[in-house]
């Protein structure tokens, strides 16, 4: 039997015109409308196409919360969300809170390629990456039925070894199978 995991980052935190920041897991941000419309629009799309949640987990951050509360609510079901520590943001060290051009201007651009395209994590951030994958790993070969997992980027890029960044409001479906490793069939969707 297959189990069919839907991993979803969380909505906006940022309105139009804003100056986007490094926002980690030390920051907790709502979501703005924007971020709203992003969680309904999901949940609207698993409606439409009759997609049924048997589990919900979400990390404990407000923007996850919110996320995972009004997809479901745009999906029209009721089930209970489970909150994972695991699934919190990646401190970003002494880069939290600050705008990309100061980021850029302290690691300089190399070190932040190497995050975006190996998650490799700069100097000073906090990530954990070992303890993340063996999460992943754990939680997908125990993964039955329907599983949403409402998160941030810098948790979600560690659910498969080559896992791309997601965008804010975007999902990725994960097949899970007995004896084969999980497979991404579809990554990086907005509705």
Known sequence: MMARVFVVRHGNTFAAGDAPRRIGGRTDLPLVVHGRDQARALGQDFARRGIVFDRVVCGPLQRTRQTADI???????????????????????????????????????????????????????????DMRRTAW??????????????????????????????RTGAYGTIAVAAHTPPVAIAWDVRP
């Not at 489970?82 to 302290?106: K, Y």
């Open 71 to 129: 997809l479901l609510a745009a999906a029209g079901q009721k089930c209970a969300v489970t909150i994972a520590e695991w699934l919190r943001e990646i401190d970003h060290g002494p880069d939290e809170d600050r705008c990309e051009a100061a980021v850029v201007a302290r690691l300089g651009q190399r070190a932040l390629d190497a995050w975006k395209t190996d998650a490799i994590p700069p100097a000073g951030w906090r990530v954990d990456a």
């Open 137 to 166: 790993r754990e939680t997908l070969a125990k993964a039955v039925g329907t599983l949403l997992i409402v998160t941030s980027n810098g948790s979600a890029r560690f659910a498969l070894p080559d896992a791309a960044p997601l």
